[in-house]
């Protein structure tokens, strides 16, 4: 079984301040994806990277693949009240059939 | 395009009902998917299709059944509803495989809130 450990379970941080999340596996992934999930919503997907050491920027969000595509980080920079919300990393493998293994996710609050 | 439309939103059912959790994608996407997601748990896959008339077991199938006759629509029945079978469930869709550069990006519905007492 691939499993996928996030880290921190749960953070609540000050509008303005900075944080860097975790997604760490003892297997190799062809591609690492990360959603966004809010309260009572489905997950919204917000970038898939396949290239070890790969960085991705969206807006104030940076995603970082590991260089052995076992790992992926998410920083934010100054936080806001709109990125509160569930934070899920999800590994694959390209092919056909290819599933999704998901992590349990990181709840982040910003408060204003 | 309304993307992955699931209903009904949320249902109560006591113990020993069935009910069936309606999925619908007008992406025409391939793949669609079942999870159910319990709190600080993250999602666990129950069923997954790779097309019309084509359905596997995912993770968590125990209690659950699928079909899958048309590309459009997937839905998930429960025949004999447990009160383990309490939780949140999504239906998703992602891309069919071209070859290079597929990586299963998964487009989400609203999800069902379920509660079986």
């Known amino acids: 079984t691939q499993l996928l450990e996030q880290s921190p379970q749960f953070l609540s941080i000050q509008e303005g301040e900075n944080l860097t999340v975790y997604c760490n596996s003892s297997?190799?992934?062809?591609?690492l994806q990360w959603y966004r999930q809010e309260p009572g919503e489905g997950p919204v997907l917000l970038v898939t990277?396949?290239?070890?050491?790969e960085v991705k920027k969206l807006k104030r969000l940076t995603f970082q693949f590991g260089d052995a595509r076992k790992d992926s980080s998410l920083h934010i920079t100054a936080a806001q009240p709109g990125d509160t919300g569930l934070y899920l990393c999800?590994?694959?493998?390209?092919?056909?059939?290819?599933?999704?293994?998901f992590g349990k996710g990181i709840t982040l609050s910003v408060r204003p | 395009n309304a993307g992955v439309t699931q209903t009904p939103k949320f249902r109560i059912l006591k113990i020993g009902q069935s009910m069936t959790l309606q999925c619908t994608q007008d992406?025409?996407?391939?793949?669609m998917y079942w999870y159910r997601q319990d709190p600080g748990m993250g999602l666990k896959l129950i069923y997954y299709?790779?097309?019309?008339?084509?359905?596997d077991k995912g993770e968590v199938p125990n209690g659950y059944n699928v079909s899958r006759s048309t590309t459009e629509d997937f839905p998930l029945r429960l025949e004999l509803a447990a009160p383990s079978q309490t939780s949140v469930y999504f239906c998703?869709?992602?891309?069919?495989?071209?070859?290079?550069?597929?990586?299963?990006?998964?487009?989400f519905g609203p999800g069902t809130r379920l509660t079986v007492l």
């Open positions: 998703a869709s992602s891309y069919p495989p071209p070859g290079q550069g597929y990586y299963n990006e998964q487009f």
């Open positions: 297997s190799v992934f062809s591609s």
């Open positions: 990277v396949v290239t070890g050491g």
């Open positions: 999800a590994g694959g493998r390209a092919g056909a059939n290819s599933k999704l293994t």
């Open positions: 992406m025409n996407h391939n793949y």
């Open positions: 299709s790779v097309g019309a008339g084509i359905t």
